[in-house]
């Protein structure tokens, strides 16, 4: 009799594990990206060492009041007034020429606020638009560069 076990057992091959594979795609990965990370952060291979970042200290900016204005609201609205104040956001070397032209902005303010129609204050968005409308006619007189925005401190209709 033949031994037939021993044949069929040398004809299959033996399987190769997965196992060491996996293994070693999975250090690749975590290897390369401690890597990427030591180098992106500074850990190694830096030219200097990181210097910590400076704090921001915020814009030269200077509120320039407008002088409180009363503006009397003519038409059907007889004996109704608009109290208004303001203040003007200014960059800190513009503060002298904003304030030398106050006189002018203080008279461009009160004719605007004089033509607006009664109608419109009386909306929930009014106070919007004419913040926009006055800011704009305040850099026409002052200058675009001199005037960054306009903050309305003060808005009552009695």
């Given at each position: 009799?033949?031994?037939?076990?021993?044949?069929?057992?040398?004809?299959?091959?033996?399987?190769?594990?997965?196992?060491?594979?996996l293994i070693g795609a999975v250090l690749a990965v975590v290897l390369g990206g401690g890597g990427?990370?030591?180098?992106?952060?500074?850990?190694?291979l830096a030219s200097k060492p990181a210097e910590p970042e400076e704090k921001a200290t915020g814009p030269d900016v200077t509120f320039v009041p407008i002088d409180p204005l009363v503006v009397s609201l003519g038409g059907v609205t007889a004996g109704r007034h608009l109290r208004f104040q303001a203040q003007?956001?200014?960059?800190?070397d513009a503060v002298r020429d904003v304030t030398d032209l106050m006189p002018r902005v203080t008279d461009v303010l009160n004719g605007y606020l004089r033509a607006v129609d009664m109608a419109m204050l009386?909306?929930?968005?009014?106070?919007?638009?004419?913040?926009?409308?006055?800011?704009?006619?305040?850099?026409?007189?002052?200058?675009?560069?001199?005037?960054?925005d306009l903050l309305v401190m003060e808005f009552v209709l009695n």
């Amino acid at each position: 009799m033949t031994d037939t076990s021993g044949a069929a057992a040398e004809e299959t091959p033996k399987k190769r594990s997965v196992v060491p594979i996996l293994i070693g795609a999975v250090l690749a990965v975590v290897l390369g990206g401690g890597g990427y990370f030591a180098v992106n952060s500074g850990m190694i291979l830096a030219s200097k060492p990181a210097e910590p970042e400076e704090k921001a200290t915020g814009p030269d900016v200077t509120f320039v009041p407008i002088d409180p204005l009363v503006v009397s609201l003519g038409g059907v609205t007889a004996g109704r007034h608009l109290r208004f104040q303001a203040q003007l956001e200014v960059p800190g070397d513009a503060v002298r020429d904003v304030t030398d032209l106050m006189p002018r902005v203080t008279d461009v303010l009160n004719g605007y606020l004089r033509a607006v129609d009664m109608a419109m204050l009386e909306q929930p968005a009014a106070l919007i638009q004419l913040r926009a409308q006055m800011l704009r006619r305040v850099r026409m007189v002052v200058g675009e560069d001199k005037v960054r925005d306009l903050l309305v401190m003060e808005f009552v209709l009695n």
